[in-house]
């Protein structure tokens, strides 16, 4: 069985904590300003939510990244790319509505989440990692 390397995982698993920090701040601190480049209204009490939502995952997905076990990565990773699929469809919709900052960012980010997410899992199944590791 040959070696899956870890840093596909830990990149993905990485950029998106950092990427999910930055709109907690936003969404938590400047929800005003966070709305006004998007298509929805603002509503800080939801957008907290989303802020409490972004930062309890951002701290799971670099926990999972400082661990060794490649198993735990591949199914924070698959997480990440369902998620990201997701999200992306529901910022797309925004951006098909009227073409705001934010959605057309955050399509593009989470197609390119979805993407090194799957990219990720097929690393690990070309490696035959999941004939012994997942169950």
Excluded at 20 to 46: G, N, V
Excluded at 97 to 119: I, S
Aim: charged content about 15%; overall charge positive.
């Amino acid at each position: 069985m040959r070696s899956v390397k870890k840093w596909p995982f830990n990149l993905l698993l990485l950029a998106w904590s950092t990427t999910a920090i930055c709109a907690a701040i936003s969404h938590l601190c400047m929800p005003e300003w966070t709305a006004h480049y998007t298509t929805w209204q603002s509503s800080p009490y939801w957008q907290r939510e989303i802020g409490y939502f972004d930062l309890l995952l951002s701290s799971a997905f670099i926990w999972v990244a400082r661990q060794d076990d490649v198993s735990l990565k591949i199914k924070a990773c698959g997480a990440i790319a369902c998620l990201s699929l997701a999200l992306g469809t529901n910022h797309l919709q925004g951006w098909l509505a009227e073409a705001q900052v934010f959605h057309v960012v955050f399509t593009l980010g989470n197609l390119l989440a979805l993407a090194w997410g799957v990219g990720c899992i097929l690393h690990a199944k070309k490696a035959d990692f999941f004939k012994n590791a997942i169950r």
